[in-house]
Structures are given as C-alpha cells and as structure tokens.
C-alpha cells in the first residue's frame, strides 16, 4: 500500500507535525512519521542544508569515534564504509544519501528556523524567524545537542588580525599547510585536527588547558571485499551491527556508569598508550590528575605520535591574552600566528533553547528549566503536551551510537502518538510525579558514575549534575520498550 492510501485509511491520518531540526534525528523522525503513513509533516531546518553536526562540523582529520557499521540507522545499512571509523564527510553523505532515498530531502524548509512554540489549550502555534505562524498538533524537538559553539573568553580575541574561527565553523578559505596555526583546547575535537595537521602544518602550538586521557583504538580500512561481502548479504551488516553494539554496551559503556573491572581496563589501556610518549617532560604535562573517562575519553592510536613532531608544540602556560599577531601566555611569550582555531566546545545544555515554548497556562519551558533540565526519559516535560523531544536532556549521549538511541526514543514517542492518532487521548504529557520520580533516581544513580569522580567537563551542567544516562543501556533499552501510560497525564 503507498503511502497515500495508508494515510487515507490510517488513523489521525489528519494530524499535523512539526519536527524541528533536519540532523540525524529529525530526519529520523520525518521518515518514520511517513512511514507511518502521516502525510501532513513539515521539516523546519534553521541551516541552509540538512545533517546537523555532520554538516556544521568540516575540521580536518575530523570522524566519529564510534564505529560506522553501527553508527547508522538500523533500516538504512550501508556496505561501503571506508573505515571502521569513518570521516565525517561521508558520515554527512551517509545521510544525505539516506534523506534522498526515503524523499525527505526536498520536503525540508531550509533557512526556516523557529523562534516560538506556543500551546493554545488545544494547538501549537510556531513562529519562524521570518515571522510567519503555522499551526500543528504535535511538535517534535531534534535541535541536537553540540549544537552552539562556545568561543573563549580570553582579552583580546577580536585583536587577532589572521584568520581566526571556532572548530566547527572551519573557514576552509585559508589554507593552514606550512602556516603557524594556533589551536585552543584539547578535547576530541583538537586531538583529531592536530593528529591530521601535524605532518603538514608549518608550526602547530596546541594550548592545553587540562590535559586528557586517550586511549589507543585502531582505524582500519575496510578492505574492499569485505565491502562485497557486505553489500551481497544485508544479513552479514545486521550482525556486525548487533556484535559492535553489544562489544560497546558490554565494555566502555557499562565502565563509566560504575562497573570497576571494566573502567580498570580502560584506564590501564589509557596507561600504557601515555607511556608511549618518549619525552619526560612532554609525557608529565599529557598526563592528567583526575580518573579515565570522567572527561569524555579520547580515542585515538596515533595522537601521541603527531603530538611528538617537530611541528607541534604543546603549550601548557596559561592563555594571557590574545594579541595582533599571536597568543600571549602567562610566562611573558608570544606566541607567532598566522591563523587560530578554537576548538573550545559547546554549549551543551540548552537543548531547543533559546527557541521559546511556551505550555499549557502560559507556563515557559525556560521556567520549566531555570533550576536543571529536567525531563521524563528524556522525550517529555510536564506541562507541555503533545510536545516531544529526540535526545533531550539525561539521554545516554557518548556511551553509545547516538544514532541507535534516536531511533529507540522515537519508537517511543510513535507509541505515544498512536494514543493521540487512535483517539484515546487529545492530549499527552508526562506526569508531574513521574518526571520527579525520575529525575530523582537519575540523580541517586549519578552518584556512581565516572563523570563525578572530580573533573570539569562539558557533561556537567551548571550545578555539577552530568547530563547523562547514568545506568546500563539494558536498563535503557527496558525504559525505552514501552511506555507505561500510568506515568502520562492523558486528556480527552
Ligand atoms: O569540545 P570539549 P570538543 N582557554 O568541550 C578547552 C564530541 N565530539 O569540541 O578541559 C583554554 O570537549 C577545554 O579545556 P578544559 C564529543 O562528545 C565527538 O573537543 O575545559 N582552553 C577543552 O580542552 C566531545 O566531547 C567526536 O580545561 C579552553 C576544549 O577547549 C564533544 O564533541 C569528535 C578554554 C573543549 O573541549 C566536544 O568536543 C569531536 C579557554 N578559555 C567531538 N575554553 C567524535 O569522534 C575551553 N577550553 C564522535
């Protein structure tokens, strides 16, 4: 049956949708909603292009660190990964590929970011940035979460006179091959542009604030007969797609969420890549003073290699300030720049903010939010109903493939919507007292956990809360199976 038939017989086949965002999840959402045979969707898109972080995000050496095979959406494998851990550019074409297949392309509303969600009682009525209201009856949030850069607060920045940017807004017009680069910070993100830089670089000065752990993690090609062997048998990708998700959930996952033996062999495996470093002196300033993996780990197996070139100077004095022509440290020098990258993170916890939602009674998620993002299993907040989010706060980001959680969650909220569609409630919001309840057993749970063994980091929200899944992913993938509708406040 077409989709147009399904959507003459299926019920709530009237209903409208707004999904907000075209990254990984919104995309997620519009295909699933068509499949589902909802004919009235829109895809508001803030960007000129789809693809969220894969498309903002063009630093060199830049990949995921999760591996490929499973870092895609389970009903859209692909056998032609190049590596195990793939670049980003073909992550972004992964998912372009994906959104021309399925027809959601050219469905996107480009360049038509929403400023406002406000709930009548009954409706939602969004404002673009141009101005213009639309009116739906259930909004879908996949605004991602490394969305907004975060620029660093050093005197001076705007004296630089070379080219100067944030990591995720690289301005490809300058080329850096045998420039002195500047590069702050040494998250995943500085680790990945140094290890692809240093062979090329003129002189590259890394500024470390905070040195990290790194653990060693090979990236191989995939050779081109296993690609074969992948595409003849879509079986074969299912499996490895179950092994590589379970070898992630059964090892680093369950380390950082308290399981001792596990988080052991991470740090141990973190000891030994460090002791690869020759220099003393160099190995003293890489090593860091707090536990593995409480900072989001690092992985790569040949980040200490280019880190030990000639070319790269690692730079621990303390950032003065930021001059004409260079950065100035704490101990008097300066250091020489043609261009400065900031590779200085980002703001993490706004979720859909500052895009302004309004709820039931005139009540602001702002409000809602002003203490701690609190949210039921991440996909909903009392008093905004019909309203839901993918990868809202406390979903288990960084423990596994984020692209494998969108699609649980929004298994989820689909079975939400069917009481909306099949006419069993008008309106559907989590409970006050189950979002409580919630929220405190994620903190008692939090108490365990990796990410507040005593460091800062950017899972930690402004009051020392990570914003993370604190438990195993089976407990995760039980939260996620159904929802228990004794949790939701339905109207009719
Ligand atoms: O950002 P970060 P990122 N002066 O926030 C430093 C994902 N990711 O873009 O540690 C000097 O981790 C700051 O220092 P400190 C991944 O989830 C994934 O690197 O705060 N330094 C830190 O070193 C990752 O965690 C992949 O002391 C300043 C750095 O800037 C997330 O994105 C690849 C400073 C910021 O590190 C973010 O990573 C890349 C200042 N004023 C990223 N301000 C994958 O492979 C900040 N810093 C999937």
Redesign the pocket.
Known sequence: MSVAEQSQTRPGADLRFAVIGAGMSGMLAAIKLEEAGFPHVEIFEKAGDLGGTWRD?TYPG?????PSHVYRYRFAPNPNWSHR?SSGREIWEYLDGVAREYGIRDRIRFNTGIDRCEYDGAVWHLTTEGGETETFDIVITATGV?RDP?M???DGLDDFEGPLFH??RWDHSHDWRGKRVGL?????????ITTAMADEVGKLSL????P?WVVPVENPEIPEQEKQALAKDPARMDSLYDYLADRFQNTFARAVVGDKEELAKVEKACEENLATVRDPELRAKLTPDYQAAC??LI?SDRFYEQVQKPTVELVTDR?ERIEVNGVRTADGRLHELDMLVC????EAHKFMRPMQVIGRDGHTLDDEWAEANRAYRSIGVPGFPNFFTIVGPNSP??NFSLIMISEMQFAYIMKLIDQIAEGRAREIEPSREATDRFNADIKDAMTGTVWVSGC???YLDKNGNPAMWPWDFERFADEMAEPDLGDFRMAS
């Open positions: 995000n830049l990949s995921c660190d999760v851990f490394l975060v660093p607060d050093i990591s995720s702050i910070g040494t998250g995943s993100t500085a680790i990945q500024f470390q604030r905070t990290q900072k989001r992985m950032i590779a200085t993170g980002f980001i960084g800062s980091s950017w």
